[in-house]
């Protein structure tokens, strides 16, 4: 069974830093992985995916992230944070086969100091 | 705009009595989905559908009834609302769920509260 697992429920960061948000899946095949935005009461917003292209994946705002497979990994990073960065991450795995569920991680707040 | 649609956006009812929220697409998408969203449990997968009259339960289906008459719909239904239901609903589609290059569109959620 696939599954997800943000390795950090709160992350603080200030303002002009790097940003990090870990990820480790487990699947028992190539996996489609994606990361999801949700700021302060809004809905979810897909930040970036990969579907084995490339294993760096470029998203939005500044984003990206690298699929590893030797490591289970597939971690967020961002090269300086803005304020507007702070929100509810979610790294999600594709179940698989036809059903379209996504299985989501625990999520992780990111806290952008000025 | 392409766009899924809740409403109502905000709701607080008291056990048992029956609510709908109700799900909308304009994207012509074959699948929908419904989520809820549990602080540190992500979201959860309730019930699902493929297409028109064709619904399966997801991870946690108790409680919820949905049905899918038209493609552009599909409704959640709890018909007798208990506390453990309180919760933030999200509504999902997307065109061919079997292909994950397609997005997933997520809805601005529902955040229920039963007292």
């Known amino acids: 069974a696939q599954s997800v697992t943000q390795l950090d429920s709160h992350v603080s960061v200030s303002e002009g830093t790097p940003v990090l948000l870990r990820c480790n899946y487990s699947?028992?095949?190539?996996?489609?992985l994606f990361w999801y935005v949700q700021h302060p009461n809004k809905g979810l917003q897909l930040l970036l995916k990969?579907?084995?292209?490339?294993?760096l994946v470029k998203g939005i705002n500044g984003f990206e992230a690298e699929f590893k497979k030797s490591e289970t990994s597939f971690h967020l990073t961002k090269p300086s944070a803005h304020m507007s960065d702070a929100a509810e991450y979610f790294c999600?795995?594709?179940?698989?086969?036809?059903?379209?569920?996504?299985?989501f991680g625990q999520g992780t707040t990111l806290q952008v100091k000025p | 705009e392409a766009q899924v649609t809740q409403n109502p956006r905000y709701l607080i009812t008291v056990t048992g009595k029956k609510l709908t929220v109700t799900c909308s697409q304009n994207m012509n998408h074959e699948y929908m989905s419904w989520y809820r969203q549990d602080p540190g449990l992500g979201l959860r997968q309730i019930y699902y559908?493929?297409?028109?009259?064709?619904?399966d339960k997801g991870d946690v289906p108790e409680g919820y009834k949905v049905s899918r008459k038209e493609k552009r719909n599909f409704p959640l239904i709890l018909e007798s609302p208990s506390p453990n239901q309180t919760s933030l609903y999200f509504c999902a589609s997307t065109l061919y769920p079997g292909q994950s290059s397609y997005e997933q569109y997520f809805g601005p959620g529902t955040r229920l509260t039963v007292t």
């Open positions: 559908s493929m297409n028109v009259e064709v619904t």
């Open positions: 699947s028992s095949y190539s996996p489609s």
């Open positions: 990969y579907t084995s292209a490339a294993t």
């Open positions: 999600v795995v594709s179940d698989g086969g036809n059903t379209g569920k996504l299985i």
